[in-house]
């Protein structure tokens, strides 16, 4: 699913855009099984932001993947610098409980928009 981005109309100011998508879904690879999670998107743009509609259609495209909650956190981040090259990113995943346990998994860039290894 392509990701879709605009010019950012202030490419000169440090500038913070939070995106909250609360209905990600994607499967347990273990059990096969849907897990849930609220998304957090927040990332200071570049040169260009992410287009809104896109990115729900790119979020909705994990529901039918099988990855854990570590691998689709990365995963969106690694994807959505590729695409829009922010200056900062992070995101967050609050995964809903599972066996007695809730998961947040947080991953961020550095300072250039460089995914950190």
Avoid: W
Wanted: hydrophobic share 40%; glycine share 8%; net charge neutral.
């Amino acid at each position: 699913m392509g990701l879709e981005t605009t010019q950012n109309p202030q490419p000169g100011r440090p500038y913070t855009i939070e995106f909250v998508f609360p209905e990600f879904t994607a499967i347990r690879p273990a059990t096969n099984e849907p897990v849930f999670a609220t998304v957090t998107i927040r990332y200071v743009p570049g040169g260009t932001c992410i287009e809104t509609v896109s990115l729900k259609r790119y979020l909705g495209s994990y529901r039918n993947r099988a990855m854990s909650y570590e691998a689709a956190v990365n995963r969106i981040l690694d994807d959505l610098v590729a695409a829009c090259h922010p200056r900062k990113m992070t995101v967050i995943g609050e995964f809903t409980v599972r066996g007695g346990i809730a998961a947040t998994v947080t991953v961020d860039t550095v300072e250039d928009g460089v995914a950190i290894s």
